[in-house]
């Protein structure tokens, strides 16, 4: 309810993220400047795009580069949620519940074709990209991705949270400026 | 190798089976409904045969089936039976095999359980509970096992859509 009445008031949808990304710099860009290179993430391996994860997080290609080095595997202690491979619907309420546990701001990146679209599964069971149950900031293509796609694609995650306009950042401003808006 | 089966089965039980075959260098035969408890614990129990190893349970949706060099006369039609049902044993003392099948009509797809003769069946038959909804009458535990208890058909049934979903949930932002 807030929310549109917040949109409406900042007219269209280019001008918000403008502004967002004005807010995001400098002295007011230094919280995402940190966030960006002290990801902290939780792998979500379903499948055989982990192998592909393994090999990222490995010293040859070695994650470690841009921050984001070190897994936890409790999503109450990560920011950035890797959906690594097939969800199936029986999944669903699962994944939904750990990205609901994650702390703020959270991102997500959809690793492979699988979490993107579902892939060449289509069928009874396997879920059409896991952006059915949480939303994503960032897809890598590939069945499975090359290691180089994901660090192409932690960078520009790297870029979205440091301009402020990740999914979790713009929802957590809609919701202060809907209290500014209700304290009023 | 296994035809002397094939033979001790017809001579023991002539009235409950249908017909016997060779498929492939495997022999099978199809089984009445009512006399599969009969058949299977002869199986298991007579020492000659000594079937002691359940291999797999699976069942076979006929309905579009369209062999090549059948006439369409005596393919599967809506009038005989949609389902098979095929359960493999193996002796692991007589090293030989064996395949029953039972033909069952879509409008009673239900048949005994072999879990209590086999308890290796139990979660096969489950399975083909979940995917094909043929009722085991007598399996201890007939639940779905793999798909979740709001899932509503049965998916590997040719009538199933395949592009039919069933979300458990969905992101609120995007309904």
């Given at each position: 309810m807030?929310?549109?009445v ?23 860009g ?7 290179f002290s ?51 029986k ?8 990205w ?25 069971s396997?879920?059409?990209g ?22 192409d ?27 500014a808006?209700?304290?009023? | ?5 094939l033979d001790?089965?017809v ?12 498929v ?8 009445k ?13 007579d020492?000659a045969l ?5 291999v ?5 949706d ?5 062999p090549?060099?059948v006439?369409?006369?005596?393919a599967?039609?809506?009038?005989k ?8 044993l193996?002796?692991t003392?007589?090293k030989?095999?064996?395949?029953l ?9 239900r048949?005994?359980s072999?879990?209590?003769i086999?308890?290796?069946f139990?979660?096969?038959?489950r ?21 979740y208890e709001?899932f ?12 039919k979903?069933?979300?458990?949930v969905r992101?609120?932002d995007?309904v």
């Open positions: 807030g929310v549109e917040t949109t409406s008031r900042l007219g269209d949808a280019a001008a918000w993220a403008k502004r967002v990304k004005e807010e995001s710099r400098g002295l007011k230094i919280p995402n400047w940190g966030r960006k990801l902290f993430s939780y792998p979500f391996v379903t499948a055989c795009c982990g192998m592909e994860f393994m090999s990222v997080a490995a010293p040859k290609y070695d994650i470690a580069r841009f921050g984001a080095e070190f897994p936890r595997f409790s999503p109450r202690q990560s920011d950035l949620l890797m959906v690594v491979g097939t969800i199936v619907e999944q669903g309420p699962a994944l939904r519940r750990v609901e546990q994650m702390a703020e701001p959270k991102f997500v990146i959809a690793f492979g074709v699988c979490a993107s679209t579902g892939g060449f599964y289509q069928n009874y396997a879920m059409p896991c952006d059915q149950v949480i939303p994503v900031d960032v897809y890598i293509p590939g069945c499975p991705p090359r290691p180089e796609q994901v660090l694609a932690l960078i520009l995650l790297q870029e979205r949270i440091q301009d402020g306009i990740g999914h979790s950042q713009l929802r957590l401003k809609r919701e202060q400026l809907a209290h808006e209700a304290d009023e | 190798m296994s035809k002397k089966v001790a089965l001579a023991k039980f002539g009235d409950a089976i249908e017909k016997v075959e060779q492939h260098g495997d022999e099978v035969a199809w089984i409904r009512d006399k599969l408890t009969a058949v299977a614990t002869a199986l298991r129990d020492a000594a079937f002691d190893a359940p797999f349970v699976t069942c076979i006929r309905l579009d089936w369209k090549v060099g006439p369409p006369s005596e599967w039609t809506e009038d039976p949609r389902f098979e049902v095929c359960y493999q193996r002796s003392k007589h030989h095999r064996i395949r099948k039972i033909a069952l009509p879509e409008n009673d797809a048949l005994a072999l879990t209590p086999w308890v290796g139990d979660w096969q038959e399975e083909t509970f979940d995917m094909y909804g043929i009722r085991f009458e007598g399996h201890p535990d007939l639940r779905r096992i793999y798909m709001e509503v058909g049965y998916p590997l049934r040719k009538d199933y859509p395949k592009d979903r069933q979300p458990l992101r609120p995007l």
